[in-house]
């Protein structure tokens, strides 16, 4: 809306199926594309990003995947968006987390 762009949430599913990756690296960084593709199709990129949240079942098992995935798209530690990981009741099988985010992207 505008030159707000979120989104549900997103699962780290291989894109055209509802099977995941096998690891917390694999998922993340499946997550993160997904990511990548929805900013791009706005016009935007990982620097348009105000705010993600992350929802996992066991969030110590892939704490250490997401900090290195996320210092890979947003480097500098003086601009980096808000981050929240929040962990749930259920447990989700294969998947060990799904995403949201919240971005601006000036038209």
Same mark, same amino acid.
């Given at each position: 809306? @505008?030159? /707000? /762009?979120?989104?549900? /949430?997103?699962?780290?599913?291989? !894109? @055209? =199926?509802?099977?995941? !990756?096998? #690891?917390?690296?694999?998922?993340?960084? =499946?997550?993160? #594309?997904?990511? #990548?593709?929805?900013?791009?199709?706005? @016009?935007?990129?990982?620097?348009?990003?105000?705010?993600?949240?992350?929802?996992?079942?066991?969030?110590?098992? /892939?704490?250490?995947?997401?900090?290195?995935?996320?210092?890979?798209?947003?480097?500098?530690?003086?601009?980096? !968006?808000?981050?929240?990981?929040?962990?749930?009741?259920?447990?989700? #099988?294969?998947?060990?987390?799904?995403?949201?985010?919240?971005?601006?992207?000036?038209?």
């Amino acid at each position: 809306m @505008g030159p /707000i /762009i979120t989104c549900s /949430i997103t699962a780290p599913y291989t !894109p @055209g =199926t509802r099977d995941c !990756p096998e #690891g917390a690296e694999a998922q993340v960084k =499946t997550v993160f #594309g997904h990511v #990548g593709e929805m900013l791009e199709a706005a @016009g935007g990129d990982f620097s348009n990003v105000a705010k993600m949240t992350f929802y996992a079942p066991d969030p110590s098992a /892939i704490f250490a995947a997401l900090n290195s995935v996320w210092v890979e798209h947003f480097p500098d530690p003086a601009s980096r !968006p808000s981050r929240h990981t929040m962990k749930v009741a259920e447990d989700w #099988g294969d998947m060990l987390l799904c995403a949201d985010f919240l971005a601006y992207v000036e038209e």
